[in-house]
């Protein structure tokens, strides 16, 4: 799942400060599961503009709406008659979700509440933690099914670096090294032979750094 935070109240009530008719939008996916741009939040969001404004003496329309998904066109049809009587247009959705409502609602200025930090998941109740970089040339197959681009505080694709101690990271002592937990699961798996074989330099022209990337599945199109 993507996940994201609320930016500061201040810094969103900013964003949308020019505007008298607001429209705020949450998605029903990973930012609802993370407690950042779900129904609820949306609603919260909405009441903290009015408030802010009537504070300050000055007239606010604030509607709200929680698609399905903001990354799919489909979703966002409903949308249509009320980002049509908007100014501008307030997504509490991923980064993805920010710019899909960019390009159908090409006519109104739309703004993130939220600051996109990682793909990851639940750790325990009200934590989340990042798992995966989205590098685009997986490599868990080799390591146990524990990431080391991530994991690991620098990156590394071919065992430890020689500074962590007692099986902690030493950029961040709290931290579990990812290769000691490599090693640990694949002992554990009888499988220590996928250590010997070097793993080359990855090839991060699958990664962001290629450019935007697309899967695409033939079978799936119409």
Same mark, same amino acid.
């Given at each position: ?66 698609? =399905?998904? =903001? ?21 509490m959705g991923c980064g993805v979700g920010v710019q899909f409502l960019a390009?159908? *609602?090409? =006519? ?9 930090? *990682? ?94 990337? =697309? ?8």
């Amino acid at each position: 799942m993507i996940v994201a935070e609320r930016k500061p109240m201040e810094a969103v009530a900013s964003l949308v400060a020019p505007y008298e008719r607001i429209l705020v939008v949450g998605c029903g996916e990973c930012v609802t599961v993370c407690m950042a741009g779900g129904e609820k939040e949306v609603e919260v969001m909405a009441s903290a503009l009015r408030l802010m404004r009537g504070k300050e003496g000055r007239p606010v329309t604030v509607e709200t709406e929680t698609v =399905q998904r =903001q990354c799919e066109p489909e979703y966002l049809v409903p949308l249509d008659k009320k980002a049509e009587a908007a100014e501008v247009i307030l997504s509490m959705g991923c980064g993805v979700g920010v710019q899909f409502l960019a390009e159908r *609602f090409a =006519q109104r200025w739309v703004v993130p509440a939220l600051d996109t930090k *990682f793909a990851g998941g639940v750790r325990e109740a009200g934590v989340w933690e990042e798992r995966c970089g989205l590098c685009g040339d997986c490599v868990l197959h080799l390591t146990g099914g524990i990431c080391p681009v991530i994991r690991c505080s620098k990156s590394l694709l071919n065992g430890p670096c020689g500074g962590s101690h007692g099986g902690n990271c030493e950029i961040k002592r709290e931290t579990r090294c990812a290769w000691q937990l490599i090693y640990d699961r694949l002992k554990g798996l009888g499988r220590l032979e996928l250590l010997t074989p070097v793993l080359p330099p990855k090839d991060w022209s699958t990664a962001r750094d290629g450019g935007p990337r =697309q899967v695409v599945r033939e079978d799936a199109r119409l």
